[in-house]
């Protein structure tokens, strides 16, 4: 299924669902692409948020559904940003105007839900997973060490998220649900919501991985979910992963980035603070913006949705490959009871 524009000669027609926190992102990413992608539509119910990103960002149309911006016509591709509860029917409908779609993680709720919904629209669309957090410049550069061998193969890794965003403040409120007010009402938090993206990055630069071991656990009293976990993996190179995430820890601060430790035969990668570092036969130490790497993530990911789309190329993060994602977080939950 070719980009329908292309003969066309002008950028691509994008409608965009959902107009929440996460959109200004998007459309920053978008106007980054502007000579090859313009976003000309936004749909939420909510048409003060609409409105407000319409104005910031040049959006002509506004709608109050996906039915009804789907229903006016003259789009070339759908964005959905939306709550993940909503992605699948709104995946389906896109893939019923025969449009290609890029969808935030969550897929759907849950991996059978996302299975039924990968198994309906096969062939009836072009479906890719916005999974940013693979697309940080820091994690291209060290999937690239990899893959020059620079540390020869990986025998351990450690993972680490790690912040006191859930430790109520002077002010009795929690950072990291004011940053993101609904994390407070899911069952399913810290893996489906936020490492998600760590086990992707993690599937990304070590191979597929299989759960060895996981337990979640809940302190925060204004969290629904989980707001810790201690999960170990296996990869099919055979080296032993482990992700440790908990957003109640003293001393560290309200929002952070993650750390990383690759151990290889011949060498070792870290990433710690804003300092990428490879150690053994080829030393290098890189520095990161990274506030600029969080934005970047979203241009690159839409980046690699327009490439592929205009090559009639793979999606890096297709459907079946978000399937091995989310099947392992589906583990987490089943295995990893809260304690
Ligand atoms: N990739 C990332 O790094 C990242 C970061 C944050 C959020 N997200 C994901 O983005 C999605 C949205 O998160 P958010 O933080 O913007 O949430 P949010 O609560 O701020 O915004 C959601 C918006 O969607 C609208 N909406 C609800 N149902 C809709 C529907 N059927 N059609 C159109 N609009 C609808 C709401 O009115 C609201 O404006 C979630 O899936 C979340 O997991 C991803």
């Not at 965009?16 to 539509?41: C, E």
């Not at 697309?135 to 061998?149: A, C, D, G, T, V």
């Not at 430790?167 to 993101?180: F, K, S, V, W």
């Not at 990668?269 to 053994?280: E, K, P, Q, V, Y």
């Amino acid at each position: 299924m070719s980009a329908p524009h292309k003969s066309e000669n002008r950028p691509m027609r994008i409608g965009l669902i959902g107009a929440g926190w996460v959109t200004q992102h998007h459309l920053a990413g978008w106007s980054k692409h502007a000579n090859r992608a313009r976003v000309v539509s936004i749909a939420d119910p909510n048409q003060e948020q609409a409105q407000s990103r319409a104005s910031a960002f040049g959006i002509d149309q506004l709608f109050e559904s996906a039915e009804k911006m789907l229903a006016h016509g003259g789009l070339d591709a759908v964005d959905i940003a939306s709550p993940r509860e909503t992605h699948a029917d709104l995946v389906r409908m896109v893939a019923r105007h025969g449009l290609p779609v890029l969808c935030q993680k969550p897929l759907a709720p849950t991996y059978q839900e996302a299975c039924a919904l990968v198994a309906q629209t096969k062939g009836m669309t072009r479906l890719m997973v916005h999974e940013n957090w693979r697309f940080r410049p820091y994690y291209r550069q060290i999937s690239k060490w990899l893959n020059e061998h620079r540390i020869g193969p990986v025998v351990q890794a450690q993972m680490t998220l790690l912040t006191s965003g859930l430790i109520e403040n002077q002010q009795g409120r929690y950072p990291t649900i004011d940053r993101q007010p609904f994390m407070a009402s899911l069952n399913r938090a810290l893996v489906m919501e936020i490492l998600i993206h760590h086990i992707d990055t993690l599937r990304f630069l070590l191979g597929d991985m299989h759960l060895v071991h996981a337990r979640l656990g809940h302190s925060c009293k204004a969290m629904t979910g989980e707001d810790r976990a201690s999960l170990i993996f296996e990869a099919s190179s055979g080296a032993t992963v482990s992700l440790l995430s908990n957003l109640r820890v003293w001393g560290e601060p309200e929002a952070k980035p993650d750390e990383l430790l690759l151990i290889g035969e011949t060498g070792t990668i870290r990433l710690s603070g804003d300092t990428l570092s490879s150690h053994g036969n080829a030393a290098e130490q890189l520095k990161y913006d990274m506030p600029a790497c969080y934005s970047e993530s979203y241009a690159a990911t839409i980046g690699h949705f327009l490439d592929a789309l205009e090559a009639d190329s793979a999606f890096e993060t297709n459907p079946e490959d978000n399937l091995q994602t989310l099947r392992l977080v589906e583990e987490i939950y089943a295995f990893g009871s809260n304690v």
